[in-house]
């Protein structure tokens, strides 16, 4: 692989030469360039071969072999095959093994290719090659090597069996079969090695695919591929040193000594300088980029210099590169969409292409031996990784499940085995066998993990976590989750609103979440043990200080604790479910993902990913939900800072689950002597002798403390007679310039005489229909609003 880099025609200024070809069927021929009668060249065609210019076909070839894998996945996703798969599946067809055999797809898209001498294979290889070397440096820049120190011992467990075990039953293998191979010993030990072996990126692109990585099991499953990975390349170093000559050996031994100690103690410390030169919140320079793109293909260029591949300066610089923003992910945001979303899919595809399968099946009972290894080695490696699992007590499915991620396949093995190809250390056979092992190995295992492992079943609530059936004078534990600093102050206020005292007081949870950005695993710190991860990096600063200054000026009332999630957007629910869950809150509070401006209530910023977050957790909470819609400081508010007036808080009640959640948050909050507060029943006109649902007598139940007057003055009960929905929107758009803060319930899919005709209006169905109306961009209020969801149970 190194010597097809070296040789590409891309290191000789070529790429824009034109070349005569002829094709024939077993060789390739270059023709002189046709003159005419002034002795000029003719361009074009010429009869008995093809004028090729290289830069087109390289250009073609890229789009035709991009175009056919995307059509691929979008037809074999919906069998739940991920793109890896049927990348590969794409190469098989376009390949020696079925239409690349034909002469016109030879003459047109693929002249020659496969032959050592084609120029224009060597230009794609070139070109895909180096995808695959910036995708093993991404790699290793979304790998944080600090979090090795982290793992628990039943990562370090698992990872270690994962790797030792095969290695061990593979090696008793080899050693009882020894006379049966004793010809091909280098090829077939090559290959029950690398069976043996289980890669960080390829583990963390499976979890991604199927989108568990932020779960405990993918959080376990990256510690210990984390772990077998070390030890693996550990294991890889020391065998190709104890193959080389003495001499040699020692060489080599010091001339990557050396490299890696210029990347630890001068491209490193370069790296953070630049993180020190970069202001907080500010994007990285552009010349600190180029400087490590720079460095990139010195560092590639240096350990093909001392006898490495290529791919190995790539990783080492890949792996000191400090993750997470500011470098790290603006590394990952420029350079991932095209070498990783582009040439890595054709490096995957044109190395299938490249394997001729007629061998392989045309020799299949020559592969017998290497049949058997390859499954005693799996079976040996799922047994490995399955019982630490089962030991420390971990479901069985998810043991199983827990297995089968580890012992999985992917581009990492590929690549490897490609390189052993060109290197004519494997045959085409055993090439060819190698390629069906990890394509089945990556379309099995994610259909088996899907099956097995159901992430969303463990949020299910199996015990009343709502505050309707809080005992009034214990402890409210409230999940408050914090995306930016500007949601800081509405929550503490909203607390505050609930009256902690030390007969009822507040346990805040806060979770400040973070998009992860330029790293492949997940982030969770408790500030409640350490401030600081591994590599230093310091979260949630200002989250820390502003809460923890809230509890000091309650400390009877008001107990806080802190975390910062660094994870994926889509999988941000999954830390706030796990969260609550641990934590046994009984309300989880999410912030609107519209932005109010203080001064004129205008929009400032909308996100998207918000929202979708919010619906997420909606959806899977073990807990009650509220979604505060903070519009800025209210006129009443302003009003009640300056003179003492009370607080003035609305709960709009037309009955069900969401509505008597409300209506409880809002009776916590009525003990407040300061506070005023008005339940205003939207209801209908009852007949007298009807049939009451049991729903309709809880209600009565849970309004007759407010009808009653129960709380004293400052608290105060309304009945209006609502007879459609319009109605009850001109009444709610009234009273909404009253309040400081408003009280609803989601009441999602229940439709009523109160609100008959507005459902076709909602905008946002996660908000509810007076949640919608209240959030309404047309509304002109300062008001602060919390739709309400009760806890869903099955």
């Known amino acids: 692989m190194d010597s097809t880099l070296a040789n590409s025609p891309l290191m000789n200024s070529t790429l824009m030469k034109p070349?005569?070809?002829?094709?024939?069927?077993?060789?390739?021929?270059?023709?002189?360039?046709?003159?005419?009668?002034?002795?000029?060249?003719?361009?074009?065609?010429?009869?008995?071969?093809?004028?090729?210019?290289?830069?087109?076909?390289?250009?073609?070839?890229?789009?035709?072999?991009?175009?056919?894998?995307?059509?691929?996945?979008?037809?074999?996703?919906?069998?739940?095959?991920?793109?890896?798969?049927?990348?590969?599946?794409?190469?098989?067809?376009?390949?020696?093994?079925m239409i690349g055999q034909t002469d016109e797809m030879r003459k047109f898209l693929f002249p020659n290719f496969g032959l050592d001498d084609s120029q224009a294979q060597d230009i794609l290889d070139a070109v895909e090659l180096f995808g695959y070397t910036v995708f093993l440096f991404l790699s290793g820049v979304k790998t944080d090597m600090g979090m090795v120190s982290k793992i628990g011992k039943q990562s370090w467990a698992t990872g270690i069996a994962a790797v030792v075990a095969p290695l061990v039953v593979g090696g008793v293998a080899l050693l009882a079969l020894v006379d049966l191979y004793s010809h091909d010993a280098n090829e077939i030990v090559a290959l029950t090695a690398m069976q043996s072996i289980t890669v960080f990126p390829v583990i963390s692109c499976l979890l991604n695919d199927l989108k568990i990585q932020n779960s405990e099991l993918g959080r376990l499953a990256l510690s210990s591929s984390l772990v077998s990975n070390v030890l693996g390349i550990l294991l890889v170093f020391l065998t190709s040193f104890m193959k080389m000559k003495k001499e040699d050996a020692l060489k080599n031994v010091a001339m990557t000594a050396c490299f890696l100690f210029v990347i630890i103690f001068v491209a490193r410390p370069a790296m953070l300088w630049m993180i020190r030169k970069t202001p907080e919140g500010r994007p990285v320079k552009e010349s600190y980029l180029r400087a490590v793109l720079a460095a990139l293909l010195l560092s590639s260029f240096a350990s093909n210099y001392f006898g490495q591949s290529v791919l190995f300066g790539a990783i080492c610089l890949g792996l000191v590169v400090p993750d997470g923003p500011p470098l790290g992910s603006a590394l990952v945001n420029k350079l991932d969409c095209f070498f990783v979303g582009l040439l890595l899919p054709i490096f995957v595809t044109v190395t299938a292409?490249?394997?001729?399968?007629?061998?392989?099946?045309?020799?299949?009972?020559?592969?017998?031996?290497?049949?058997?290894?390859?499954?005693i080695v799996f079976v040996s490696k799922f047994v490995a990784c399955l019982v630490p699992s089962l030991l420390c007590q971990t479901p069985i499915k998810d043991s199983v499940a827990l297995a089968l991620i580890l012992c999985c396949k992917g581009v990492v093995e590929l690549g490897l085995y490609r390189y052993l190809h060109e290197t004519d250390a494997f045959?085409?056979?055993?090439?060819?066998?190698a390629l069906m092992a990890v394509l089945a190995s990556a379309s099995l295992m994610p259909i088996l993990v899907k099956l097995l492992f159901n992430n969303s079943r463990k949020y299910v609530g199996y015990q009343k976590r709502n505050v309707v059936h809080l005992k009034p004078d214990s402890e409210l534990p409230i999940l408050a989750c914090i995306h930016r600093a500007d949601q800081i102050n509405p929550v503490i206020d909203l607390v505050d609103a609930f009256y902690p005292t030390p007969e009822g007081p507040v346990g805040v949870y806060v979770l400040h979440l973070i998009k992860l950005v330029g790293r492949a695993m997940p982030v969770f710190v408790s500030h409640q043990l350490q401030n600081k991860v591994a590599d230093g990096t310091s979260y949630s600063d200002h989250v820390i200080l502003a809460f923890a200054h809230y509890a000091r000026s309650n400390p009877r009332a008001v107990r806080a604790s802190i975390f910062t999630a660094v994870?994926?957007?889509?999988?941000?629910?999954?830390?706030?479910?796990?969260?609550?869950?641990?934590?046994?809150?009984?309300?989880?509070?999410?912030?609107?993902?519209?932005?109010?401006?203080?001064?004129?209530?205008?929009?400032?910023?909308?996100?998207?990913?918000?929202?979708?977050?919010?619906?997420?957790?909606?959806?899977?909470?073990?807990?009650?939900?509220?979604?505060?819609?903070?519009?800025?400081?209210?006129?009443?508010?302003?009003?009640?800072?300056?003179?003492?007036e009370p607080f003035r808080v609305a709960v709009l009640f037309l009955g069900g689950n969401d509505d008597r959640e409300a209506l409880a948050l809002g009776r916590r909050m009525a003990r407040d002597p300061q506070l005023y507060l008005m339940v205003v029943h939207l209801g209908v006109d009852e007949e007298e002798g009807g049939v009451i649902s049991w729903d309709k007598m809880i209600d009565r139940e849970a309004l007759k403390v407010f009808q009653e007057g129960f709380f004293g003055k400052n608290v105060e009960y309304r009945k209006e007679i609502m007879e459609d929905g319009p109605k009850t929107a001109r009444l709610v758009r009234s009273m909404a310039h009253q309040f400081d803060l408003i009280i609803v319930g989601r009441r999602h899919g229940i439709e009523s005489i109160q609100t008959a005709g507005l459902s076709a209006w909602t905008e946002l169905p996660e908000l509810g229909i007076l949640g919608d109306l209240l959030a309404s961009s047309d509304l002109d209020i300062l008001s602060s609003v919390l739709v309400v969801q009760q806890q869903k149970r099955l």
């Open 353 to 375: 292409v490249k394997v001729d399968l007629n061998v392989m099946v045309k020799s299949i009972d020559k592969l017998k031996i290497e049949l058997f290894l390859i499954s």
């Open 19 to 97: 070349t005569l070809v002829k094709s024939t069927k077993d060789h390739c021929i270059t023709l002189p360039p046709k003159i005419n009668s002034q002795g000029m060249q003719v361009k074009g065609y010429e009869e008995g071969g093809v004028l090729r210019y290289e830069m087109p076909q390289l250009e073609l070839q890229v789009v035709f072999i991009f175009a056919v894998t995307q059509v691929f996945h979008f037809v074999l996703k919906r069998v739940g095959l991920p793109s890896f798969a049927t990348q590969i599946l794409a190469g098989i067809v376009l390949g020696t093994s």
């Open 427 to 433: 045959s085409e056979r055993r090439m060819g066998l």
């Open 567 to 644: 994870s994926p957007p889509k999988l941000m629910y999954e830390d706030i479910c796990h969260t609550a869950q641990d934590n046994h809150t009984v309300l989880i509070l999410l912030p609107f993902h519209k932005r109010w401006s203080s001064i004129d209530g205008s929009i400032v910023s909308e996100d998207s990913h918000i929202r979708s977050l919010n619906c997420s957790v909606l959806q899977w909470a073990p807990c009650s939900v509220g979604i505060l819609i903070d519009r800025g400081l209210s006129p009443n508010a302003a009003a009640s800072t300056a003179s003492d």
